[in-house]
C-alpha cells in the first residue's frame, strides 16, 4: 500500500503534501515525510509515526523553504524495513539532487542493491524505495532528462512501482511514474497534483489523467506530458470526476468490506510477489536456520476467530506437502492446556492485526517453552511481529471493514507458501513438483479477479432465495472445513443469524437432529479427493428436507444439479481450492447482510483488534 502525492503550482507546496497524506492516510500509516525544493537545494522532513506526527514537525521546524511550490509527500505501509525515520520516504540520491517517494515493491532489490554498493553509492535505508533514487541518479549524471532516466529505471527494475521524484535543478515539475500500482494526476488550471488516490485530488481539481502502466508523465503547473516505456509521447484527454469526497476511499464501493472482497487478487498477488524466484521459495524472514526447520519435530499453528481457519487450512497443506505433524489450537486455549512443546517445536502464530491479546500472549508462553516463533501478520512492527523470532507479512494492505476478507486469502496464501517452503527445505517434494504447485497459486489472483462479478450475481440471486431463512449449517470435509468454518463466521457476523460450519461427515453423529426443512446447507464440494463422500453427506441433507447450496465446480453437473442453487468456481488443485471457495462464501454473507439492511464494515460487538483477553 502506501499513499504518495506530489504537488506543482503556485500555492504553498507543504500545506497541499501534508493534507493530501491525511487524505491516504487510510493506505498506511507506519511513518510520513515530505520534501520540497528550496532555494536550490531539496529539504526533506521526515519521522515514524502518523501523519499527524510529520504535521507537527512541520509546523514547528524544520522546512525552511515555507513558500516552496514544488513538493513530494509520502505516508507509509512498510514492506522492507522497519517503520523508522530512515526507511520514511522521501529518499534521496547520494548527492542531494532529487528525491523520490515510491508505492510498490521492487522484487530485485536484493540483486539491484549489491549493485549499486559496487558502484560506490550509499544507501542510507533498508527499503526497496531507495535504489530508485540512486538508479535515477546515474541516468542524470549519463546526461539523461529526469523523465529519460526515470523510463530507463523502470525497464531494470521488477515489480509494481508508483514513484514521484523531483529534480533540485529543475523546479519547475515533478516527474511520475508507474506500473502495477495506481498513480493518477489531477490537472488544475495553474497547478498539478500526483497522488495514489482521488482524495487527495479531488480538493484541488476534478480534472484527472489515471497513469496507465509503463508510464512516465512529466508534471508541470496545468500540464502533463506522458510517454509510453518505448519514450514515444501519448496524447492524454483528462477526466472528469463528478463524485464528492464523503467516500472515495471506498474507490467507487458502498462499503469497506465489498472494496476489500474485490482487492483479494492483489491481496494475494502482492503476498506471493518475490517470493518464488528463479524456481525456489525464497522466505528471507523465516529461513534464520534451515538446521533447525529440518529438525522440527511438530508445528503447532496457533490463532484466533478467520485466522484461526487459515491456520486450519495451514494444517492441511503443512502435512500434505512438508509431511511435518501440525497440531492448530485456538490461541485462547492454548497456553491453559499444558500444551507439550520443546525446542524442536515451532509455533506459527496468524493474526491480521499482530496485536490479538489471546494470540499474543500464546507467542510469549511458546518462547517461555523454548519454542520457536514465526508470526503471520499483516501489520509491520505490531506487538507480535516484535515478538516473534521471525514474521512472515501478508501484503493485503489496511483492512478497513471489521469482518477478515482480503486478509484471510492473503493468510492462506502465505501459509501455502510456508508449507512449501517447509517442504523444500525438507526436500518432501521435488523442486519440480514445487515450482508446479507455486505457479499455480500464482494464477488464482486471475481466476478470482475473473469471476467476482459472476459470484455477486450468483450470490445476489441466492440471498433473495434464502435470505429469509434462520438456520444455515456450512459443510466441508478436507480443506473445505476450514472454508465452511469461515463461511458460516463470517455470516453470522455480518447478518446476525445462526450459522454453523461443520466437518460434513459429523453431521451424521448429532447435528443432523437440526435438519428441516427450512434450514439452509452450503456444500463446499470442489474436486478433491473426498468430494464423493461430501456429495453423499448433501445428499443426507437434502433427504432431511434441507434447501442446499453448492460451491461446485464449473460443468460439475452432478453436483450443480442435486443441489437447489450453485455457485460456480473454476478447479484447482486441491490444496490451493480454499483460495477461491471462499470468496463465493463472503459475498453471500455480504449479499445477505445488505438485504438485511445491516452494516457489513461496522457489526454490532465486533472490533478490529480484540486486544483484551
Ligand atoms: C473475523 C475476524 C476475527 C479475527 C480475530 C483475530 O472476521 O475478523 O475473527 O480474525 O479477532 O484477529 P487477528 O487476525 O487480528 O488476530
Redesign the pocket.
Known amino acids: 500500500m502506501c499513499g504518495i502525492v506530489g504537488y506543482v503550482g503556485s500555492e504553498a507546496a507543504l500545506g497541499v503534501l501534508v493534507d493530501g497524506l491525511h487524505r491516504l492516510e487510510y493506505r498506511g500509516y507506519d511513518s510520513a515525510g515530505v520534501a520540497v525544493v528550496g532555494d536550490g537545494a531539496i529539504e526533506i522532513e521526515k519521522c515514524a509515526g502518523k501523519v499527524g506526527d510529520l504535521a507537527s514537525r512541520v509546523d514547528d521546524s524544520g522546512i525552511a523553504a515555507r513558500a516552496a511550490t514544488l513538493g513530494i509527500g509520502h505516508t507509509r505501509w512498510a514492506t522492507h524495513g522497519a517503520p523508522t525515520g530512515i526507511n520514511a520516504h522521501p529518499h534521496s540520491d547520494c548527492t542531494g539532487r532529487i528525491a523520490i517517494v515510491h508505492n510498490g515493491i521492487i522484487e530485485n532489490h536484493r540483486s539491484l542493491a549489491a549493485a549499486l554498493r559496487e558502484r560506490g553509492h550509499d544507501l542510507k535505508s533498508a527499503t526497496d524505495s531507495e535504489l530508485l533514487a540512486h538508479l535515477l541518479e546515474e541516468g542524470l549524471s549519463e546526461g539523461r532528462s529526469l523523465s529519460e532516466a526515470a523510463l530507463e529505471v523502470l525497464g531494470e527494475v521488477e515489480g509494481s512501482v508508483a514513484m514521484v521524484t523531483i529534480d533540485r535543478d529543475d523546479p519547475g515539475r515533478l516527474v511520475a511514474v508507474r506500473r502495477d500500482s495506481p498513480l493518477l494526476v489531477g490537472i488544475g488550471s495553474d497547478s498539478a497534483v500526483v497522488a495514489s488516490d482521488i482524495p487527495a485530488i479531488l480538493e484541488h481539481t476534478r480534472r484527472v489523467v489515471v497513469m496507465s502502466d509503463g508510464q512516465v508523465a512529466e508534471v508541470g503547473p496545468g500540464e502533463i506530458t506522458v510517454f509510453a516505456s518505448d519514450g514515444a509521447k501519448v496524447a492524454v484527454e483528462p477526466k472528469e470526476i463528478n463524485w464528492d469526497l464523503q467516500s472515495p476511499e471506498k474507490a467507487g464501493y458502498p462499503d469497506f468490506m465489498l472494496k476489500e472482497i474485490h482487492e483479494q487478487p492483489s491481496a494475494i498477488r502482492d503476498t506471493i510477489r518475490g517470493r518464488f524466484e528463479d524456481g525456489k521459495l525464497r522466505l528471507d524472514e523465516v529461513h534464520g536456520d534451515e538446521g533447525f526447520l529440518r529438525n522440527i519435530n511438530k508445528i503447532v499453528v496457533v490463532?484466533?476467530?478467520?485466522?484461526?481457519h487459515a491456520g486450519m487450512v495451514a494444517k492441511y497443506a503443512i502435512e500434505h506437502w512438508a509431511r511435518i505433524p501440525v497440531e492448530i489450537d485456538l490461541?485462547s486455549e492454548f497456553r491453559y492446556r499444558d500444551p507439550v512443546l520443546d525446542d524442536k517445536a515451532l509455533v506459527v502464530a496468524?493474526?491480521?492485526?499482530?496485536?490479538?491479546a489471546d494470540?499474543v500472549a500464546a507467542c510469549r508462553y511458546a518462547k517461555s517453552l523454548g519454542a520457536r516463533v514465526v508470526a503471520v501478520?499483516?501489520v509491520v512492527d505490531s506487538s507480535m511481529a516484535r515478538e516473534a523470532d521471525a514474521v512472515l507479512y501478508t501484503r493485503a494492505g489496511p483492512e478497513v471493514g471489521?469482518?477478515?476478507?482480503k486478509?484471510?486469502t492473503a493468510?492462506m496464501a502465505a501459509m501455502e507458501l510456508l508449507a512449501l517452503y517447509l517442504a523444500q527445505v525438507r526436500e518432501s517434494l521435488s523442486s519440480h513438483e514445487i515450482g508446479e504447485i507455486a505457479t499455480e497459486l500464482g494464477r488464482i489472483p486471475g481466476l478470482v479477479d475473473a469471476n467476482l462479478e459472476s459470484w455477486s450475481e450468483q450470490a445476489k440471486r441466492a440471498s433473495q432465495s434464502v435470505g429469509r431463512s434462520k438456520d444455515f449449517f456450512f459443510l466441508g470435509r478436507g480443506v473445505g472445513y476450514p472454508v465452511a468454518m469461515e463461511g458460516a463466521?463470517?455470516l453470522k457476523?455480518i447478518s446476525y443469524l445462526h450459522a454453523e460450519g461443520y466437518a460434513a461427515g459429523e453431521m451424521k453423529h448429532g447435528p443432523i437432529a437440526l435438519v428441516e426443512p427450512g434450514v439452509v446447507v452450503v456444500v463446499i464440494a470442489t474436486s478433491g479427493h473426498v468430494k464423493a463422500k461430501v456429495l453423499s453427506n448433501m445428499q443426507e441433507m437434502k433427504a432431511r428436507g434441507a434447501t442446499v447450496l453448492v460451491i461446485a465446480n464449473d460443468g460439475d453437473d452432478a453436483a450443480i444439479e442435486e443441489a437447489d442453487f450453485a455457485f460456480t468456481v473454476p478447479e484447482v488443485s486441491e490444496m490451493l481450492s480454499p483460495l477461491i471457495d471462499v470468496v463465493p462464501c463472503q459475498l453471500f454473507a455480504y449479499e445477505i447482510a445488505l438485504s438485511r439492511g445491516l452494516d457489513v464494515d461496522k457489526p454490532r460487538n465486533?472490533a478490529?483488534?480484540?486486544t483484551v483477553e
Open positions: 490463532a484466533c476467530g478467520t485466522s484461526f490461541a496468524v493474526s491480521q492485526s499482530g496485536e490479538t494470540t501478520c499483516n471489521v469482518a477478515a476478507t486478509t484471510f493468510q463466521l463470517k457476523e465486533l478490529k483488534t480484540v
